[in-house]
T-cell receptor
Framework: QKEVEQDPGPLSVPEGAIVSLNCTYS??????FMWYRQYSRKGPELLMY????GNKEDGRFTAQVDKSSKYISLFIRDSQPSDSATYLCAMIPDDKIIFGKGTRLHILP | DGGITQSPKYLFRKEGQNVTLSCEQNLNHDAMYWYRQDPGQGLRLIYY???????QKGDIAEGYSVSREKKESFPLTVTSAQKNPTAFYLCASSILTGTGELFFGEGSRLTVL
């Protein structure tokens, strides 16, 4: 079983819809959880950073962590065409960061 | 503006040639990283460095080499020993290792002809 699993998509949703992106992980030692956004032919940028179980909200974005199920989610409300990108989850077990393979998201105008 | 600068953005290389990718940061970060990104593979760690004159192998270090002579600079050499070097290479930095907040450059796309 891979340490971090993420559906590669692509995921296409109409503008204004709520988007749900997910990752599962196998190592209960993971403590820190992140979501990065990567536009085509660009480097990733940090979107959300969470530590504990529960929800963290930032504008239209909500990151959710369920450590008991080893499952993390990123919700995007009122999705916009500018949200079209690849979203990578990432986790830290020690001094290295482990990335998911990324989910390609298309928001259709 | 603070950030990470990678060059060149696009690079073509003939088989058997070594090539060096540049990465410079002015964020005063101690830790720097090199990742390789292939379609469907996500980000794979090549090398990372926590301080000047020290670096560690990542998950796919074979066929690559790095140096860290200055805090601001972490060049990556793709050697002729790397069997499949065509990829998108990303350099990143962070204040410390293990913090999770990586700042990435714009990437360098290497194509071997």
């Amino acid at each position: 079983q891979k340490e971090v699993e993420q559906d590669p998509g692509p995921l296409s949703v109409p503008e204004g819809a709520i988007v749900s992106l997910n990752c599962t992980y196998s190592n209960s030692a993971f403590q820190y959880f992140m979501w990065y956004r990567q536009y085509s032919r660009k480097g990733p940028e940090l979107l959300m950073y969470t530590y504990s179980s529960g929800n963290k909200e930032d504008g239209r974005f909500t990151a959710q962590v369920d450590k008991s199920s080893k499952y993390i989610s990123l919700f995007i409300r009122d999705s916009q065409p500018s949200d079209s990108a690849t979203y990578l989850c990432a986790m830290i077990p020690d001094d290295k960061i482990i990335f998911g393979k990324g989910t390609r998201l298309h928001i259709l105008p | 503006d603070g950030g990470i600068t990678q060059s060149p953005k696009y690079l073509f290389r003939k088989e058997g040639q070594n090539v060096t990718l540049s990465c410079e940061q002015n964020l005063n970060h101690d830790a720097m990283y090199w990742y390789r990104q292939d379609p469907g593979q996500g980000l794979r760690l090549i090398y990372y460095s926590q301080i000047v004159n020290d670096f560690q192998k990542g998950d796919i270090a074979e066929g690559y080499s790095v140096s860290r002579e200055k805090k601001e600079s972490f060049p990556l050499t793709v050697t002729s020993a790397q069997k499949n070097p065509t990829a998108f290479y990303l350099c990143a930095s962070s204040i410390l290792t293990g913090t999770g907040e990586l700042f990435f450059g714009e990437g360098s796309r290497l194509t071997v002809l």
